[in-house]
């Protein structure tokens, strides 16, 4: 083996994002890494990479054991990286981007005309003949991702881990990164591809290792798998297993709120149609990048929609951006929680707040002692697990953090809410409260669109399911229809409805 | 030809079509005595200038600059004026304490994750104080060598002078582009201007690179500090106020990305020339008031700011179409 990882264990406060993995990857083979949001595919390249510490388990490349402490020191050993996001300088020529670091001098001055020849020479035997004296940033990102490579491989030369490179190319442009790629396997190098299109999967790898959890849940030889036992793997999930049906899937009745008609946009989503109905819970389900949060930033006006139309009983509605989604009555808890939902150092009371104050507007305050009633209210509705309301929402638990975005577009009383992962990072128990709450919100009404990867959750609670693949709306199930069989086979496209 | 350069050809087009229509108006203005005296006048700025290129395209900014120089020239008149020291040795220390005073600042930089803005904020109210410690008035440097320094000039054909300053401001142009363009450090500078976190994962060493490239700024500040006490013949702690955002203007006049990442040395001796000459024509007409200058420099930052977005929205738009 070229590269062997075993017992690889790597715990984060609260996690433990891999537990005891093992890893391997052979001479002139491509492995597929795969796994869902948290399975914890980045932690363990990052461990390979040196940008994170192993707390146990063992590295061995070429038999020997190695323990990388900086991308650099990876580097220097032999195992180099590309990432989604092209890791070189837009700013810098295409041969200054290949040879940065090592450009050969002469009288001490880099010798710029030897440079280009020899970053010439190393494109080259990637197929690729162009002026490398333009700036990077001026080609293609297929191009910019084969510099990448090139350079990586130049470099290290013996592993090369490929994180999501196919992320942003189109059909064209992924098969001439598969050319160089399938060309440097046969030269002997090890390749590890991370992907979640599984259509690349079953093209490019030779073995796939499936990650759930942050354990390994299989190695296997790539072709005695199909896409059905893949999706089994990565959602834990098996066809065989019985859900009992625990949400009455009777509303299907519902009376119709909103509808939207061929919203989408080029590269992001294709255009889709798509009702809601009042008190309905919609969900949407599919793999990781199938374009979930993407119909969700559509609907929100995060991202503007190439044509299309969404209306209501009473007319056409203008979403053009979040401000005029939240006057159509919209609300949007987004995935990262962190980042996009909570603002960490104000305190309960000043999150809940902030929705309502931005549409009333600076000029008239919402009174303190509203604010009060508003925040003690929803703590108390909510059942937020906090010491007082004047505490910053940082210190509170995702769950708790989570209620308070929740109680934010609450006290905004939203007809429609978005929720994209509303239990990422949430313990059992406040799991169940936050699916609970879903169900008594639309019982007074209000429609809800939920989008998550765990299929048991959105057959609990959704009366429809809206299945995406390969960022296109690809299925629709009701009522009865709608079970986790349907879904996982309609997630794998086997038997659509 | 790549879309950077297009910045500099605009500022090289600008300076010439400007030089141009001067000319029509006033014949004697292509003449090498307005050349000589457009070096001469701007050498100070020029070489500060051109520190300030390689600070911008790192992605930082010296607000220093300007103070530094009033310090430089207060120093050498002080220490000439009160010990019996050559002027070149004063020079030296000068140079040494000034490039000192940079790397430190480059060093806070980086160690404490400061932004430039702030940290070159302390040093240029630091430099301002320590001038007036050493001296409130204006203190004439009376020394020979000085005499010396301001007659050494190359008489050009058509009676122009080339003075030493003014050749000394197209060495360090020349230092400078060799610099950005021909050195590993200059490759880095670019790279942190492009981006940290890229640069770091492409082996770029942050720190050292930051102390350098604010130290090359002090050390330029130092030299225009000389410069600007050989053309005035002597030192004033009022001097040289806000020269930092004249220079600041003259690079980004020069085509150089104020975010940093773009941009070239040449370009910056253009930007200074281009102001330079504003002011060279408003002389001639005699009936503008100066203040005209401030005004077309302020229009002319305008028009290249709208450039350089322009252009990144069309490389942007580029990119797009290459990627779908």
């Not at chain 1, 834990?236 to 625990?246: C, F, K, P, Q, Y």
């Amino acid at each position: 083996m070229l590269l062997s990882i075993r017992s690889l264990t790597k715990a984060f406060p609260g996690t433990r994002a891999l537990d005891d993995v093992d890893f391997d990857v052979a001479a002139g083979e491509v492995h597929a890494l795969l796994g869902e949001n948290g399975a914890g595919k980045s932690t363990l390249i990052k461990c390979l990479t040196g940008a994170y510490q192993r707390d146990a388990g063992t590295i061995a490349l070429d038999g020997a054991r190695i323990d990388p402490r900086s991308t650099s020191q990876a580097q220097e050993l032999g195992i180099g990286t590309v990432y989604q996001e092209v890791n070189l300088l837009p700013n810098l020529t295409v041969a200054q981007n290949l040879m940065f670091g090592r450009e050969p001098r002469r009288f001490g001055l880099v010798d710029s005309r030897r440079t280009r020849v020899v970053a010439q020479a190393m494109l080259q035997q990637y197929g690729l003949d162009i002026n490398v004296d333009r700036d990077l940033g001026t080609y293609s990102v297929a191009i910019q991702q084969i510099v990448a490579i090139a350079r990586a491989v130049s470099l290290s030369g013996k592993v090369l881990i490929l994180d999501e490179p196919t992320a942003s190319l189109d059909r064209r442009e992924v098969e001439m990164v598969f050319d160089v790629v399938r060309d440097l396997r046969d030269r002997g190098l090890g390749i590890v591809f991370v992907s979640h299109f599984l259509d690349q999967v079953f093209e490019l790898t030779d073995r796939v290792t499936i990650l759930r959890n942050g354990r390994k849940i299989v190695t296997e030889t790539t072709s005695n798998l199909n896409r059905m036992s893949l999706i089994e793997h990565m959602l834990g999930r098996a066809l065989e297993d019985a859900v009992s049906e625990t949400h009455d899937h009777g509303k299907a009745a519902a009376p119709r709120m909103l509808q939207f008609d061929g919203i989408g946009r080029a590269g992001v989503i294709d255009p889709f149609d798509m009702t809601v109905g009042q008190g309905e819970v919609v969900g949407l389900a599919g793999l990781l990048g199938s374009g979930r949060t993407e119909t969700a930033e559509m609907l929100f006006g995060l991202r503007q929609s190439q044509g299309g139309q969404a209306r209501d009983v009473d007319g056409p509605l203008d979403l053009r951006n979040p401000r005029a989604a939240i006057g159509a009555g919209f609300g949007f808890a987004p995935e990262d929680r962190k980042t996009d939902g909570i603002v960490a150092d104000l305190s309960v009371r000043q999150n809940i707040i902030l929705g309502l104050q931005a549409r009333r507007g600076w000029a008239r305050p919402v009174p303190r002692a509203e604010q009060n009633r508003l925040a003690d209210d929803y703590i108390r509705k909510l059942d937020i697990r906090t010491s007082d309301r004047e505490k910053p929402i940082g210190e509170l638990s995702g769950g708790n953090q989570q209620k308070a975005v929740l109680a934010r577009w609450l006290a905004m009383n939203p007809r429609f809410l978005i929720l994209d992962e509303p239990t990422r990072g949430i313990d059992v128990g406040a799991h169940a409260e936050i699916l609970r709450l879903i169900e008594d919100l639309t019982a007074q009404g209000m429609s809800v669109l939920v989008i998550s990867s765990e299929i048991d959750e959105l057959v609990a609670v959704a009366d429809r399911v809206i299945v995406l693949r390969d960022r296109r709306h690809v299925a629709e199930l009701t009522g009865a229809e709608v079970t986790g069989d349907r879904i996982m086979r309609a997630i794998a496209d086997e038997a659509a409805a | 030809m790549n879309t950077r350069a297009l910045p500099l050809y605009a500022t090289i087009a600008i300076f010439l079509l400007a030089y141009l229509l001067a000319w029509t108006q006033f014949p004697n203005i292509l003449s090498t005595r307005v050349l000589g005296n457009l070096l001469t006048d701007n050498a100070y700025l020029g070489i500060v200038a051109v520190g300030m290129t390689l600070v911008i395209l790192s992605g930082g900014i010296d607000l220093s600059v300007g103070s530094v120089i009033a310090f430089s020239g207060v120093f050498i008149a002080v220490v000439l004026r009160d010990t019996g020291l050559h002027p070149l040795v004063v020079f030296a220390l000068l140079l040494l304490l000034t490039t000192a005073f940079g790397a430190g600042m480059g060093f806070l930089i980086d160690r404490l994750a400061m932004p430039a803005f702030i940290v070159t904020l302390a040093g240029m109210f630091l430099a301002r104080g320590a001038a007036y410690m050493l001296s409130i008035q204006s203190v004439p440097i009376q020394h020979p060598f000085f005499q010396t320094l301001q007659g050494a000039y190359y008489l050009m054909p058509g009676k122009g002078r080339l003075t030493l300053i003014g050749v000394l401001m197209l060495l360090v142009v020349a230092l400078g582009m060799v610099i950005a363009h021909r050195t590993r450090f200059g490759a880095s500078v670019y790279a942190l201007g492009g981006g940290e976190q890229t640069a770091r994962l492409m082996g770029v060493r942050q720190g050292r690179t930051t102390v350098l490239v604010y130290a090359f700024s002090g050390a330029m500040a130092g030299l225009s500090g000389i410069v600007f006490s050989v053309y005035t013949g002597s030192g004033y702690s009022l001097a040289t106020v806000g020269t930092e955002l004249t220079a600041i203007a003259a690079v980004v006049i020069g085509g150089t990305l104020l975010s940093g990442g773009a941009g070239y040395v040449l370009g910056t001796l253009v930007g200074v020339l281009t102001m330079g000459l504003i002011q060279t024509y408003i002389v001639f007409d005699g009936s503008l008031s100066s203040w005209w200058t401030k005004i077309v420099i302020g229009l002319l930052l305008l028009v290249f700011i709208l450039l350089q977005k322009g252009l990144l929205k069309l490389s942007g738009s580029r990119l797009a179409r290459g990627a779908a």
